[in-house]
């Protein structure tokens, strides 16, 4: 019976995976650079899942080291419960910001503290403001940041800690920084991380390539929340498909028993 | 009384009775599903319509959800369809079902397509169940089209633009017709809104059209392997349960791939151009459609030499010119209007591929040049690729234009077995 499949059938069903394969790999190719080093990352895998410490102090170093140029405008507060903060955490992290709101009865605008339900507040105006707080350069929004970059993850964390001296024969035009994985090599963001800039509540402070992970899962988390229910139905569906398709096979043998 | 003198139909439960004897939909799913006569020597390549046909259904649940929280326009779009990503009850869910289910929708067409092409299904008497099946991946692909463009991201954008530019290249009228499909003088909001009615609209068409093409399946039946068409009853199983379970077996080993793509790996096939914001400023540094698309993006870009008709100086300043670009346009469609003539450039009596040696080895040909073909399109077009995409395309139009005309001539055909009983026993003494 294996010899008739595949007599009858192999060549073409071959071709159609070949073409399958290559198709997608083309289509990654086309959107390479420096190719950054692949990481291990815990969310990774059928199974993984996201580390919500690391994600925490993920959300610390954005907030500390990201925010005041980057926004997420996509992230309510209210979500930060899902990577484990407290519901008075988050009421208190809410209340850090203002957000305008209104009009009030009489008509007019007013700045009032945010809630849990707001989402991010910017740290800009808008984008010509952004633009002109960087030297032109824009600040983009990191909501969908690690799915909106070939080599997501680890392209993210190759060039949060791929700064570096430019060679020899390379000008940098000022306020232009050198970087190993951009595309181009010249970014208008300065490094944005510095070795003990962040002190973690656990009372150590953290290296730059520590930092550049926890804020990378945190934006990954950003950039898909439901990745962990994604797969835990996943493996529901599939079970289920797998144990149908064997009865399926089954009855089916049974069905053609008499024709075969 | 009319339907008292029609014969009872012979179901047992009054109510369907009652309702048989009225609007006989049960008798004629009974026919068409149940007693319908199969050839019994299908193998697995015949699943893929039934697949293709769930695929459509899932598509339209789907969509319909999805455009409960969608909003079609420039500014919420993107957005919108973020919210049903993060907010929406299982949103997320819907979005990579409906996303990968044009993905396999279309692995499942092209399957059904070649199945078509290597077993001979669009000759005689079928030939205009074939054409419909053409008329259903044109429509396919301009629904996804207009699909793509809905979270009106990077790629959806520039995408839009690409393609609806490609009809500037019609003489004396294109940029008309570009201003007309954008609805202004740019891609903006009126090209949204009307791209999503339209990609509310099509899949419906759709339906129809394979309504159609069904219906014209069950007058000429079944194709087969071995395109020996049956003679006896000896030859044929009734479509249930013989193709019923067979259906439902092929079905769900598909549907294990989908949704190990649908809940693992949801952006294997995508760009990561799609999940930033349309910004008519900013180019991204490659346009690559989506892969069901790439093969004849290939062949759009295989042309890159403006003709100019010599002697025609005198009534246009340097003369009149055939465009690179109007040259690709005309090969790109031309690439999918030369199936609607197929029936007739392959006059080979012999249907199945089984039995043509030579046309067997072009159709392995023409998978390697679509897979050439669908990589070249991906890359930009320079270089090397420039020319595998040149020959790939040279090979497309010559293996219908002129190996298939010539091969149904003079190609030594193999004996045909008498019937598909006698194929079967032959296969299975093969088999010991
Ligand atoms: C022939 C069947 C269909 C095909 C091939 C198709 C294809 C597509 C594709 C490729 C996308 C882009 C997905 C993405 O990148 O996120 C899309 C989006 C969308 N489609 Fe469809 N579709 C079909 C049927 C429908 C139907 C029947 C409806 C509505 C009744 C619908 C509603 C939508 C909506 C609202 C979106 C935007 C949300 C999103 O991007 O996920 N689709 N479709």
Known sequence: ?260 | MAASKQKKSGFQNPVIRWIDDRLPIFTMMDKEYGAYPTPKNFNYFWNFGAIAMVMLVLMIVTGVFLAMSYTPHTSMAFDSVERIMRDVNYGWMLRYLHMNGAHFFFIAVYIHIFRGLYYGSYKRPRELLWILGVLIFLLMMATAFMGYSLPWSQMSGWGVTVITNLFSAIPFFGDAIVTWLWGGPSVGNPTLNRFFALHYLLPFVIVGVVFLHVWALHVSGSGNPSGVEPKTKKDTVPFHPYYTIKDTFGLTVFMFVYMAVVFFAPLALSHADHFQPFDPLVTPEQIVPEWYFLPFYAILRAFTMDIVFPFTGWITDGGIVFTAKLQGVIAMFGAIIVLFFLPWLDKSPVRSARYRPAYRWCNYLLVVAMVLLGYAGAQPAEGTMLWIARGATAYYFAHFLVLIPLLSRYEKTLPLPKSINEAVLKDKEEAQ
């Open chain 1, 1 to 260: 019976m294996i010899k008739k499949i595949l007599r009858k059938s192999s060549l073409p069903a071959l071709a159609f995976v070949l073409c399958m394969t290559v198709f997608a790999s083309a289509a990654y190719a086309a959107g390479a650079k420096v190719p950054p080093p692949q990481q291990h990352w815990p969310h990774k895998g059928v199974m993984g899942t996201y580390d919500l410490a690391a994600l925490q102090r993920g959300y610390q170093v954005y907030r500390e080291a990201c925010a005041s140029c980057h926004s997420i405008r996509l992230l309510s507060y209210r979500n930060l419960q899902d990577i484990g903060f407290t519901e008075d955490e988050v009421r208190a992290i809410a209340s850090d910001y203002f957000v305008m709101d209104g009009p009030n009865d009489e008509g007019d605008m007013f700045e009032r503290v945010a809630v849990p339900s707001d989402r991010f507040v910017s740290p800009f105006e808008n984008d010509a403001q952004a633009r002109y707080a960087n030297n032109g350069a824009l600040p983009l929004d990191l909501s969908l940041i690690v799915k909106a970059r070939y080599g997501g993850e680890d392209y993210i964390y190759a060039l949060l800690t791929g700064y570096a001296e430019p060679p020899e024969d390379v000008e940098i035009p000022d306020g232009m920084y050198w970087n190993r994985y951009y595309s181009g090599h010249q970014i208008a963001m300065a490094p944005p991380l510095m070795d003990g800039q962040i002190a973690y509540s656990s009372g150590r402070s953290a290296s730059v390539e520590e930092a550049a992970r926890d804020v990378t899962q945190f934006l990954a988390w950003a950039s898909e929340p439901h990745l962990q229910q994604r797969k835990q139905i996943g493996v529901k569906v599939l079970f289920f498909l797998l144990v149908f398709a064997v009865l399926a096979y089954a009855a089916k043998r049974r069905i053609w028993a008499d024709v075969h």
